[in-house]
């Protein structure tokens, strides 16, 4: 009989113990346990709370890290990973953090979940690591600097812009241009007064951002001042109230500008009457005999400045009788830059106010010759029939200058072009003090009117579409007439979508 031996390795157990708790085998340590029993019978985290709170202003969307210092985060960003850090006590040199991370939460639920993994030395040579997660509670609180926000009474900084006209048509200009880059960001507060408009600013910096921009838009000059508002005798601290005056050049578009002969020799011998096609960063001045064009920087027109001989509420009805196109050989020679977007004519018109009654044609010489044509309505300046005083008028004889210097042609009445503008503007969100003046709203109708007939101003210009009239189907303004087909107009390609509230939300779904 043959018996079968099997040679069964003896295990090496040879420097390893029992677990005290489980019993399991395991390598010796300093408490005699395995790593399970490490994990249920010591809590290194005790220490630690799994529950804090957040201050958040939800003005800025900053938060609160104590003790008065307000720091700018957006949720699960390092930066309010950092700010939860500090507000959790317990991490030191024997608890060591490991690791952290956030935990996905509801952007709405007013919760944050931080993820943290510690270790720590429980014995000599034992090192123990845990996961556990913190939960942090926001509330709402506003901080410092909005609350002098909120207030609307608080500032440290003023900047008054100011301008000497009877209309506010480089106002509404202006507007459009901040609204486009956002320079009126900081301030606590905006209000119209009478002449133009004030900004309140918590910060002398944030002050200066505007002016600065203001000088980059329009032809203008400043003048800052200050006030001792308190004074800290023992930490020599003043505190002062900042004043800054901008004030824009009195000159706007479609002003009638009269040249003394000092400035028309340094203009290149431009005018004597010139018409104010633009304003910008300069002012730009274009003779309607020549075509000849100037641009007058802000430095320009103060150290000899003018002033309209007149604007664009005192012109005069004219009809055209007649338009004759002036060629090359009967254009007179012009030195410099001269305008290609116009067209020199021999136009004759007369005062709509005396047909029927006068039958007296004037001839005068326009820059208009390209647009024009019989049986048009042009507004114009009277010069021979007018009551003006001017320094600069007096150095010329008037039988030498134009009776009529036509100004821009009127297109169509205003409430048709009204009905046929599909488009619209954004507006800031000021503070109206000033007295009420019933020739705003026509001032801005003609502000529109030039956005409308004028592709360069426009390009400064946010122009968003009006959902309400392009979905509208009114059938009148196709049988207008064909004589309104000409009405300058802003393509759909131009404007731009207006986001509502609802189109965000529908975004966000």
Not at 38 to 48: G, H, K, L, V, Y
Not at 110 to 129: D, F, M, N, S, Y
Not at 265 to 286: A, D, E, F, M
Request: aromatic share 8%; hydrophobic share 35%; proline share 3%.
């Amino acid at each position: 009989m043959e018996y079968m031996t099997e040679n069964i390795e003896p295990t090496n157990t040879a420097g390893k113990i029992l677990c005290c708790q489980c019993g399991v085998l395991i390598e010796p340590n300093a408490l005699n346990m395995c790593n399970g029993c490490m994990q249920t019978q010591i809590d290194i985290t005790e220490q630690i709370p799994k529950q804090g709170q957040l201050q958040m202003c939800n003005k800025c969307i900053r938060y609160l890290q104590p003790p008065n210092t307000w720091i700018g985060a957006q949720l699960e960003s390092r930066e309010l990973l950092t700010v939860c850090l500090k507000r959790i006590k317990g991490l030191n040199k024997e608890v060591r953090l490991i690791d952290a991370g956030f935990i996905w939460t509801e952007p709405h639920s007013k919760r944050i979940k931080v993820k943290l993994t510690v270790q720590k030395e429980v014995a000599q040579g034992a090192i123990l690591q845990q996961t556990f997660v913190v939960e942090f509670t926001i509330f709402n609180q506003i901080c410092d600097d909005c609350q002098r926000i909120e207030a609307k009474d608080y500032w440290k900084a003023l900047v008054q812009v100011r301008q000497r006209t009877s209309h506010k048509k480089t106002f509404f200009y202006l507007e459009q241009l901040i609204l486009k880059h956002n320079a009126h960001a900081d301030a606590s507060n905006i209000k119209q007064v009478n002449g133009g408009l004030d900004f309140y600013y918590a910060e002398q910096n944030s002050a200066r951002k505007l002016v600065d921009f203001l000088m980059c838009v329009v032809p203008c000059r400043f003048e800052t001042s200050k006030r001792l508002i308190s004074h800290d005798i023992h930490s020599n601290i003043y505190n002062y109230k900042y004043t800054t005056v901008v004030e824009i050049v009195p000159v706007c578009k479609d002003d009638i500008i009269c040249l003394s002969k000092k400035q028309s020799k340094q203009l290149g011998n431009i005018g004597p009457l010139c018409i104010c096609s633009r304003v910008t960063q300069n002012v730009y001045l274009i003779d309607p005999g020549t075509l000849k064009v100037a641009p007058i920087s802000a430095n320009d027109y103060w150290r000899s400045p003018f002033t309209a001989l007149c604007d664009s509420k005192h012109l005069v009805e004219y009809i055209v009788c007649d338009v004759n196109a002036l060629d090359a050989d009967s254009k007179p020679h012009v030195y410099g830059k001269e305008s290609q977007k116009h067209a020199l004519a021999e136009v004759y018109v007369m005062k709509a106010s005396e047909i029927g009654i006068v039958d007296k044609q004037y001839s005068t010489i326009s820059h208009l010759g390209h647009i024009l044509h019989p049986g048009d309505t042009v507004m114009g300046f009277d010069l021979q029939n007018s009551n003006v005083s001017d320094s600069s008028l007096d150095q010329y004889d008037l039988e030498q200058l134009a009776d009529v210097v036509l100004v821009k042609k009127v297109y169509a009445d205003k409430s048709v072009r009204n009905r046929r503008r599909q488009w619209k503007l954004k507006h800031m969100d000021v503070e109206d003090v000033a007295s009420v003046n019933s020739t705003i709203d026509r001032d801005y109708t003609e502000f529109l009117e030039d956005l409308e007939e004028d592709p360069v101003l426009r390009q400064n210009v946010n122009v968003y579409k009006d959902e309400r009239k392009i979905n509208q189907a009114d059938n009148s303004m196709e049988n207008e007439g064909a004589n309104d087909d000409d009405i300058p107009r802003i393509g759909l390609d131009e404007m731009l979508a207006d986001m509502t509230m609802e189109d965000s939300d529908k975004m966000d779904a």
